[in-house]
C-alpha cells in the first residue's frame, strides 16, 4: 500500500501545496547532508500545521523537537511579522543542520533556536514568559508525557497542542512491543485521557508518503 499511498500525497502536493524553494532547499540540505528526510513532517502536514496556527491567529508557537526545521520553517510562515517561535532540539548536530535551514529561509517572524532537552529548557524559561498559542510536540516519543505536562505550563487557555507520531503503525497497540519510544506515548494516551486541563482532545491515523502513523491534536481549556 506505501506506494499507492505516496502516489495519493504526491497528487495532493501536486494540487493544493504551492510550490516553496525554501522548504525545497530546506529538504534537499538535510539529505545531502546525509540526515534522513523521514523524520520530517510530509508537506500536506505542514500545511495542516499552518492551517492551524492561522485558524486561531497564533502569535507565539513552540516546537519540541527541531530536527532539521523543515517543520519550522513551515511554522513559522503562518505566522505574522511580529510573530515569533521557539524551536528546542537536543542533538548538536541536528542543531547545526536546523540552524543552517532556518537561515537559509530568511524568515520574517523571529525564530528561535534552543540546543538542550526540552524539558530543561522550558523548565529554566524565564518566568514572565508569555504563554504560548500553539505547540507543535516531535521530539523524543518516550518523553512526551513529561513534554506534555511542561507544555501545558506554558499554555493559556485556548492554546493548541499537537503531538506528532503517535500512532508508530499501530505500534501503540501491540501488546509485545515494550520499545520506551511506545510505551512513551501509550502514557501520553493515558494523560490525555479526561485530562482536567483540557477541553478537548483527539488522535487522528495518517497514512501517505510517511507510512501509517498519526497525531494528537488538544485544545487548552
Ligand atoms: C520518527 C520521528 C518523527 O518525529 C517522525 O515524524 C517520523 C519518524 C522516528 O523517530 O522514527
Ligand atoms: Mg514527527
Redo the contacts with the bound molecule.
Keep these: 500500500m506505501q506506494e499507492l499511498w505516496t502516489a495519493v500525497d504526491e497528487y495532493i502536493e501536486s494540487h493544493l501545496i504551492p510550490h516553496d524553494s525554501k522548504l525545497d532547499q530546506a529538504a534537499q540540505n538535510t539529505v545531502s547532508h546525509g540526515f534522513s528526510n ?4 510530509a508537506p500536506n502536514q505542514g500545511m495542516f500545521l499552518q492551517m492551524l496556527i492561522q485558524m486561531n491567529r497564533c502569535k507565539r508557537v513552540l516546537e519540541l ?1 527541531t ?1 532539521a526545521a523543515y ?1 519550522t520553517i513551515w511554522l513559522a510562515r503562518a505566522l505574522p511579522e511580529d510573530g515569533y517561535l521557539l524551536t528546542i532540539e537536543n542533538r548538536d548536530t541536528h542543531a547545526k543542520m536546523a540552524q543552517y535551514n532556518i537561515d537559509q529561509a530568511a524568515l520574517t517572524p523571529e525564530v528561535e533556536l534552543k540546543v538542550g532537552r526540552a524539558a530543561d529548557i522550558l523548565n529554566n524559561l524565564d518566568a514572565n514568559t508569555p504563554a504560548f498559542d500553539f505547540i507543535f510536540i ?4 518516550a518523553s512526551y508525557p513529561e513534554y506534555l505536562e511542561l507544555s501545558l505550563k506554558h499554555s493559556r487557555s485556548g492554546t493548541v497542542i499537537v503531538l ?2 503517535v500512532i ?1 503503525a499501530g505500534d501503540i497497540i501491540n501488546p509485545d512491543n515494550h520499545k520506551p ?1 511506545i510505551e512513551g506515548l501509550r502514557q501520553t494516551f493515558a494523560a490525555l485521557k479526561n485530562h482536567p486541563k483540557l477541553l478537548s482532545c483527539t488522535a487522528l491515523q495518517t497514512i501517505g508518503s ?2 501509517h ?1 498519526g497525531f494528537a491534536i488538544a485544545i487548552v481549556k
Design positions: 523521514h523524520l520530517a513532517v523537537g530536527f517543520s516531535d521530539a523524543d516519543k506528532d507520531n508508530r519510544s510517511k507510512g502513523d
